[in-house]
């Protein structure tokens, strides 16, 4: 059985920073292309980041450019998510999602190619 659980959210002050971490279970996610969305209250889902299968090409959201970094550890079967300079417009429900494509390398943002989300972890910044 898939699984995606997310951890790490919680409340931060404006400009502070928060890990996220995505444990994947039942398949070998060094095999799809893995990516971070969130969605926000009253909004729709948003894709923020994703990242190859071997971790060497990255991609994100021009919101978040120059303040998230996303990265993989293969061998553990875990994708992150490092947010830094967090502002009350990331606040959101954080989910990672696996590419419904095996073996695609393309990091594509685009939602409706992600098959199996996790429950997502909040993420709320506020002061």
């Known amino acids: 059985e898939v699984q995606l659980v997310e951890s790490g959210g919680g409340l931060v002050q404006p400009g502070g920073s928060l890990r996220l971490t995505c444990a994947a279970s039942?398949?070998?996610?060094?095999?799809?292309?893995m990516s971070w969305v969130r969605q926000a209250p009253g909004k729709g889902v948003e894709w923020v980041s994703g990242i190859s299968r071997g971790g060497d090409d990255t991609r994100y959201v021009e919101s978040v450019e120059g303040r998230f970094t996303i990265s993989r550890d293969n061998a553990r079967n875990t994708l992150y998510l490092y947010m830094n300079s967090l502002k009350p417009e990331d606040t959101a429900v954080y989910h990672c999602?696996?590419?419904?494509?095996?073996?695609?390398?393309?990091?594509?943002?685009?939602?409706?190619?992600?098959?199996?989300w996790g429950q997502g972890t909040q993420v709320t910044v506020s002061s």
């Open positions: 039942g398949f070998d996610a060094s095999k799809y292309v």
């Open positions: 999602a696996r590419r419904r494509a095996v073996y695609n390398d393309y990091v594509t943002s685009a939602v409706s190619e992600y098959e199996y």
